[in-house]
């Protein structure tokens, strides 16, 4: 009988592997790709190290004044951290900034809570702390109900309103926007009806023409001598505007839901909230998800437009502290570049939640 | 029969299922035309004929998946009309199995047969899980119980399927093509239980071309074409002596290849 003896492995051709290898297939496989690499290249090569020498190794780091700021080669970070506290939390009483602390810690608990709480208390515990996070938030910053310093909107700011007015949004948008959307396609003739004006309404007019209506318009309608807060009718606004676009969203979820699974549904004599809420709703959120976050980073960043009703957030305390007279010496960059980190950070960080979430609620190919 | 079954009331002669000249019409389309059908406590029925002659849609009218325009339907003493209430009684009296499984996919194959028994009957958890457990060993795959749908072969997800309606305990099981989406050597091992279901006394109405599943288990098989009820009979005459041409042809071309 012959025997079979395999072969000794040969090591790879120096062109298909290792780092000569590597560049060779995904810099230089052509010519058109080689010239697009040198060209990418030399552009790098051009901009880069003058980036890299003014944003850190020629900057500014350490001062309180803008006289600190020796280097002109370098950005004057120093203008940052002097307004650091206004650009993280307005006017807020320095002594009270804990509570907006608190505020904070407490959203990504109730964000968290979800994963952390086991399964029986998720929806008993999880779901009503989350709805309840924007009242209890509020109350919280306003001091008043727990017997703390009044603090009036007026001093809310920074980049902590940004982050409040947004999440505060779209937990109230969550289920709004899931019932309009319900509505909308309702056989029902009234419901479908209200609930598609209002969706095509808050999504075709511009965010910023929203804004105008809700703090110079919306007042025209309160009864004679009633003030209603304006960051409240800011947060109205925005939440209405939110639900508009996630009712779309949600109706693209609901129609990616097979047919049949409502007839199992309903052929197991399930009412039909239990079904909505049983058996299409989680279907449907694992759906959205992408679109959601999507839509919740666009609600994010729009929430900069409001420097032009005149609410103090990042990007108007930014403009605020850029036109101080004590430091008149041109430090944009460095105020929108520190406005545009931030706001990176953080949609970035949801980015990486979104996936998460996506990967927990995929159950079709779990194995 | 089992002792369960002869528990629960039904009209005084036997019959669950009353069908009185049902129509139905998808806008202009005549669906359903004059179909009349009365089954028996126990009864188990095939449904046969060529697609779109209405069988589905007959079957699906007994639950209320579909709506239909004139005639009525008396479904274990409760008459089907316009009301919530009433349909959803009719619901939890009948168990209907689909071609597609139709499982939940967000939930484990355990949660899937517990969400009918805990929401709709108001069972405790605990209770609900052991009737679980209990089906599911009668479908022979107790061990799948913590997994998901899509990780179940089709055969699998339909036995699950059957699993998921005999937890509500129905007094009739509705099948709508349930091996017409399976590989051929899944098909047996979902007839099996469905043998095994007619067999302990289940009232059933199958709609299947599964022929040999008719002789063996079927009280009558009807013939539907065109949206009415062509012919019906025992299987023995239904299959040998078959009285229109239409069904005539009908057995020559599923029975020859």
């Given at each position: 009988?012959?025997?079979?003896k395999?072969q000794?492995?040969?090591?790879?051709?120096i062109?298909?592997?290792g780092?000569?290898?590597?560049?060779r297939q995904n810099?230089?496989?052509?010519?058109?790709?080689?010239?697009?690499t040198?060209?990418?290249?030399?552009f790098?090569?051009?901009?880069?190290p003058?980036?890299?020498?003014?944003?850190?190794?020629e900057?500014?780091w350490?001062g309180?004044?803008?006289?600190?700021?020796?280097?002109?080669?370098?950005?004057?970070w120093?203008?940052?951290s002097a307004w650091?506290?206004?650009?993280?939390y307005?006017?807020?009483?320095?002594?009270?900034v804990?509570?907006v602390?608190?505020?904070?810690?407490?959203?990504?608990?109730?964000?968290a809570?979800?994963?952390?709480?086991?399964?029986?208390l998720r929806?008993?515990v999880?779901v009503p702390?989350?709805?309840l996070?924007?009242?209890i938030c509020?109350?919280?910053?306003d001091g008043r109900?727990?017997?703390?310093?009044?603090v009036?909107?007026d001093?809310w700011?920074?980049?902590s309103?940004n982050i409040?007015l947004?999440?505060?949004?779209?937990i109230i948008?969550?289920p709004?926007s899931?019932?309009w959307?319900l509505?909308?396609?309702?056989?029902m003739?009234?419901?479908?009806?209200v609930?598609?004006i209002l969706i095509?309404?808050?999504?075709?007019?511009?965010v910023l023409?929203l804004?105008?209506m809700?703090?110079?318009m919306?007042?025209l309608?309160f009864?004679?001598?009633t003030?209603?807060?304006?960051?409240?009718?800011?947060?109205?606004?925005?939440?209405l505007?939110m639900?508009?676009y996630m009712?779309e969203?949600?109706?693209?979820?609901f129609q990616?839901?097979?047919s049949?699974q409502y007839e199992?549904?309903?052929?197991?004599?399930l009412?039909y909230?239990?079904?909505?809420?049983?058996?299409?709703?989680p279907?449907?959120i694992?759906v959205?998800?992408p679109n959601i976050?999507a839509?919740?980073v666009m609600?994010f960043?729009?929430t900069?437009?409001?420097?032009?009703?005149?609410?103090f957030?990042?990007?108007s305390?930014?403009?605020?502290?850029?036109?101080n007279?004590?430091?008149l010496?041109g430090h944009?960059p460095?105020?929108?570049?520190?406005?545009?980190f931030?706001?990176?950070?953080c949609?970035?960080?949801?980015?990486?939640?979104?996936?998460?979430?996506e990967?927990?609620?995929?159950?079709?190919h779990r194995? | 029969?089992t002792?369960e079954?002869?528990?629960?009331s039904?009209?005084?002669?036997?019959d669950v299922?009353?069908i009185?000249?049902?129509?139905?019409w998808y806008?202009?389309?005549?669906?359903l035309k004059?179909?009349?059908?009365?089954?028996k406590?126990?009864?188990?029925?095939?449904v046969c004929?060529?697609?779109?002659?209405g069988k589905?849609t007959?079957i699906r009218?007994?639950?209320?998946?579909?709506?239909f325009?004139?005639?009525s339907?008396?479904?274990?003493g409760?008459?089907?009309?316009?009301?919530?209430?009433?349909?959803?009684?009719?619901?939890?009296?009948v168990?209907?199995v689909f071609?597609?499984f139709?499982?939940?996919?967000?939930?484990t194959?355990l949660e899937?047969?517990?969400?009918?028994p805990?929401?709709?009957?108001k069972?405790?958890?605990?209770e609900?899980?052991e009737?679980?457990?209990k089906?599911?060993?009668?479908?022979?795959?107790?061990?799948q119980?913590?997994?998901?749908p899509?990780?179940?072969?089709?055969?699998?997800?339909?036995?699950?399927?059957i699993?998921?309606?005999l937890c509500?305990?129905?007094q009739i099981?509705?099948?709508d093509?349930p091996t017409?989406?399976l590989?051929?050597?899944?098909i047996k091992e979902?007839l099996?239980v469905?043998?095994?279901?007619a067999e302990e006394g289940?009232?059933m109405?199958c709609?299947?071309?599964?022929?040999?599943?008719?002789?063996?288990?079927?009280?009558?098989?009807i013939?539907m074409?065109?949206?009415?009820?062509v012919e019906?009979?025992?299987?023995?005459v239904?299959f040998?002596?078959?009285?229109?041409?239409r069904l005539?042809?009908?057995?020559?071309?599923?029975?020859d290849?």
């Open positions: 009988m012959r025997e079979f395999p000794d492995a040969l090591p790879a051709p062109e298909s592997a780092l000569v290898g590597w560049v810099l230089f496989p052509n010519v058109g790709s080689s010239i697009a040198i060209v990418i290249f030399a790098l090569a051009a901009v880069v003058d980036m890299v020498s003014w944003l850190f190794i900057a500014n350490t309180t004044t803008q006289e600190d700021c020796t280097n002109d080669e370098g950005a004057c120093v203008f940052v650091m506290q206004q650009l993280m307005g006017s807020y009483p320095v002594d009270e804990w509570r602390h608190l505020g904070l810690i407490s959203l990504a608990a109730v964000i809570a979800p994963y952390a709480l086991p399964k029986a929806n008993k999880g702390l989350f709805l996070y924007p009242f509020a109350a919280l910053l109900t727990f017997g703390l310093e009044f009036s909107t001093y700011g920074g980049f309103l409040f947004a999440a505060a949004s779209i948008a969550f709004l899931f019932l959307a509505g909308r396609r309702s056989d003739p009234f419901i479908r009806s609930c598609v095509e309404f808050f999504r075709g007019v511009p023409a804004f105008f809700g703090s110079v919306l007042p309608f009864p004679e001598g003030n209603v807060d304006k960051l409240l009718r800011v947060w109205i606004v925005l939440i505007f639900s508009g009712a969203v949600f109706r693209g979820g990616a839901i097979p049949g199992a549904a309903d052929s197991l004599g009412s909230w239990q079904k909505t809420l049983l058996v299409i709703f279907q449907v694992k959205s998800m976050l839509t919740f609600l960043k729009n900069t437009f409001l420097l032009i009703i005149g609410i957030e990042i990007l305390t930014t403009q605020t502290a850029l036109s007279s004590n430091w010496g944009a460095e105020g929108y570049l520190f406005v545009a931030v706001f990176w950070v949609c970035f960080g949801m980015s990486m939640i979104s996936t998460n979430i990967r927990k609620l995929d159950t079709s194995n | 029969m002792t079954n002869l528990a629960t039904s009209s005084a002669d036997g299922i009353e009185k000249d049902l129509n139905k806008g202009n389309f005549h669906v004059n179909i009349n059908l009365t089954v406590k126990g009864e188990r029925i095939v004929g060529p697609s779109g002659s589905s007959m009218c007994i639950n209320r998946l579909e709506q325009q004139r005639g339907l008396v479904v274990n409760v008459e089907m009309i316009e009301d919530v209430k009433n349909i959803e009684t009719i619901r939890r009296e168990g209907m071609q597609h139709n499982l939940f996919p967000h939930l194959i899937n047969l517990t969400l009918g805990i929401w709709v009957q069972k405790p958890k605990e609900a899980e009737i679980a457990m089906y599911l060993s009668r479908v022979k795959i107790p061990d119980a913590n997994k998901f899509g990780q179940l072969s089709g055969g699998q997800q339909q036995r699950v399927a699993a998921r309606s509500m305990n129905p099981m509705l099948f093509e017409s989406a590989d051929p050597e899944m979902v099996d469905m043998v095994e279901l289940m009232t109405i709609v299947t071309h599964e022929m040999g599943f008719a002789k063996k288990v079927a009280d009558r098989v013939f074409d065109g949206g009415e009820i019906q009979n025992t299987p023995d239904f040998d002596h078959p009285e229109t041409d005539q042809l009908f057995l020559s071309q599923i029975l290849h």
